[in-house]
């Protein structure tokens, strides 16, 4: 009884404090991001300043932030592998670099600045409160969840991608408490300082019957196909910059040059930023068909060149708009099919099905749950295994019983 009620007493006060972090960090930038898109949509030319904005993020990163450039995957490295505290200097730069790369219209997410600011934040207790490297793995996973829920208001989906992102096949039930307790109070943090996140509506409900379960099965290939496609071109693109382009400020330059020049050719800035009211638009009207491609390549080029931020939320961006595309041709409403979308293409490119089934039911209601499972694990498993984390662990194959 008292080695239960100390490890509860213990984490409860060590996670109340990394969410109180990691939920106020995120309530900062999610401030800040609003700003900078205000701006950018208020005065639009200054997407031509997009490669000078790229070449200085670049340079300090080259020069202050050599140690922290891994991000996402510093952190999870970390957990499989523990060696040295996360500097602190990693959650004001990629803070910083996100913020910018939004200002002047590079098209990245948000997830990655709050998981990496949640995770750097909770290692800073690691020497204060004298953890052990199995103990800094929970501080660590309890940093990504209150960063992942906190940005997104999903408390529980943010507990379990902490749990499941690590690696393929395997969940770490040990960091189960820190994890749940850091993402809903980091949460909460986020709400008292004001955050308010986007609603979605998925409109009527579809009852549970044969043919919509393999219009859903179907849409999860698709979805799968999509969240593979996009972790592998956004690994090659930055490969390849780095093949062509040795000298690292060069390559968010170049690569804002052909985003600022792409933007004018097209005439339309809905495939840069976050893309908030196309997503919405997707749950609403028939959207064209094309723009899932459009944000497809926006985001590769700009993830791909070195602009900072994440890959969730133009996954989201894909999925919502990929699912309004098939909706006619599956004969299921569009709001359903963006929806599921929304969480299975995230599913499949994460390899985070179960978070995804779970961020789906946050989002849209509990009625849509049959559908999102079966969507977000035919997604997992049609996916392989490349992620947007390559850092992410192959414990057991998606289709078979041996390990890896």
Not at 48 to 59: D, M, R, T, Y
Not at 343 to 352: K, L
Request: glycine residues 12%; positive net charge; hydrophobic residues 55%.
């Amino acid at each position: 009884m008292t080695q239960p009620l100390a490890y509860l007493a213990k984490w409860t006060l060590i996670a109340s404090l990394v969410a109180a972090l990691a939920g106020s960090a995120s309530a900062f930038f999610l401030y800040a991001l609003d700003a900078a898109t205000a701006w950018r949509e208020a005065h639009p030319a200054i997407i031509w300043l997009l490669p000078l904005a790229g070449f200085a993020v670049g340079w300090i990163y080259l020069r202050f932030g050599r140690s922290v450039e891994a991000g996402n995957n510093l952190l999870i490295d970390e957990i499989h592998d523990p060696k040295q505290v996360v500097p602190l200097r990693l959650a004001p730069l990629v803070l910083g670099g996100t913020i910018v790369s939004h200002l002047f219209g590079a098209s990245v997410g948000r997830e990655g600045t709050a998981v990496q600011m949640g995770g750097a934040l909770a290692d800073q207790l690691t020497h204060v409160f004298r953890l052990r490297h199995e103990e800094r793995r929970i501080l660590l996973m309890a940093g990504i969840s209150a960063g992942f829920a906190s940005v997104f208001g999903t408390p529980l989906a943010g507990a379990i991608f902490g749990l499941e992102v690590l690696a393929i096949g395997r969940m770490r039930y040990d960091a189960i408490f820190p994890c749940m307790l850091a993402a809903i109070v980091a949460d909460l943090a986020g709400m008292a300082w004001g955050v308010h996140h986007m609603h979605y509506a998925v409109g009527a409900h579809v009852p549970v019957s044969a043919l919509p379960l393999l219009a859903v099965m179907a849409a999860g290939i698709v979805f799968g196909l999509a969240g593979m496609l996009f972790a592998k071109a956004a690994h090659g693109a930055a490969a390849f910059m780095k093949r062509r382009i040795a000298y690292a400020p060069l390559r968010p330059l170049l690569g804002g040059a052909v985003i600022a020049v792409a933007v004018w050719a097209i005439g339309t800035d809905r495939y840069i930023g976050l893309g908030i009211p196309v997503i919405a638009d997707a749950f609403r009207q028939p959207l064209a068909p094309w723009d899932s491609v459009g944000k497809f390549l926006f985001t590769v080029a700009s993830l791909g060149s070195g602009f900072k931020g994440g890959e969730v939320t133009p996954l989201f961006y894909i999925g919502a708009t990929l699912g309004n595309a098939l909706a006619p041709l599956l004969h299921l409403p569009f709001a359903l099919l963006a929806g599921l979308g929304f969480v299975a293409v995230f599913a499949g490119a994460a390899n985070t099905p179960i978070a995804s089934t779970v961020m789906a039911i946050e989002l849209f209601g509990p009625e849509i749950a049959p559908y999102a499972a079966i969507a977000c694990v035919v997604s997992y498993l049609f996916s392989g295994h490349t992620g947007i984390y390559h850092a992410q662990k192959r414990s057991h194959a998606k289709t078979g019983v041996g390990r890896e």
